[in-house]
């Protein structure tokens, strides 16, 4: 594929990346924050969906509409939260539970299989007729990159309040939580609330994006969820330390795995892009620290410390090529991680296909 066809390929990429993006951040709370591994967002990302063309489709507003495919989203969540907390059902087994259940409430919810609608006769907020060519307004990538940020700084602000860091101690080591006296069941159903929720608002925007829902659409979420998760943190976990530049990664991830995956995007042009990234950015914070460590010194000894400038430049030059290729070496392990993620998704593709060609 040529570098052409890779910046036209760009702007959808970033569009689905971003939806998807929200839906990556639900898994990210349940699977590093709360240490779930929850496999209700297959189900969750098409109700939230179902929820949101209908509603729509009955004449309600855009926003009433992803309101209610949010709280369709959590009220899933909950019935996985009770399954787990209160009836002692395993968080893997309790998410299946809830996910095959969510199949028929799907199709109640619509009525059929899929439904469809027109961007032509209803005021959606996102299309994919508003990626190229369209006012700030309507456009798919600024809508959503600006919802993404206000969603970032929301969890930022709610993970640091008491209830949140409650929320992530009982993920970290919940008998110590139990022990200084966390509800840590009410807090296990209160993140799968809050990551479900978040599924199901981007289940919303892809519904509007794509102008339909189906049945199937969530089939593989998690998959992708746990790759952009895992890409995100393979690439940007490094540099990233704060909390909330961490979910910025989650949704990179997601558009880069978008990239790759949906548009076909060579692979030599992604690992330039991965190789590229981290040496610019170890150059970078290596030309800073040297800069600062010799200004510093500069004007407080100017003569007597020259020599032992020069002498220690060398060594930290070369301490941090040795840290630095240690890191590289952990960023190829994850990368590594990330592909067999992208091999056992195909290979799950394949199963599906061939069980549904088998019973048809």
Known sequence: MQILTLITALPGAVAQGLIWGIMAIGV???FRILDIADLTVDGTMCTGGAVCIMMMLSGHNVWISMLAATLAGMLAGLATGIFHTFMGIPAILAGILTQLSLYSVNLKIMG???QAINVDKYNLLVSLRHIKNASLSKNTIFIVAV???LLIAILYWFFGTELGCSLRA?????????AQGINTNMNKVLGLMISNGLVGLSSALLTQYQGFADVNMGRGSIVIGLAAVIIGEAIFGRIFRNF????LAVIFGSILYYLVHIYQVSYDYILL?????PLALMV???NCQLFYFELHYFFLHYKTMLIFLLQYQVFLVLFYIQEYLAEFLNFVILLQNAVLVLILFHLNQIYMEVMLHVYT
């Open 28 to 30: 990210y709370i349940t």
């Open 112 to 114: 059929k299989a899929n």
């Open 147 to 149: 919802m993404c940020i």
């Open 170 to 178: 009982t993920g970290c080591n919940p008998n110590m939580s139990r």
């Open 244 to 247: 909330a530049l961490r979910l």
């Open 273 to 277: 892009l991965l190789i590229l990234l």
């Open 284 to 286: 970078l914070h290596i």
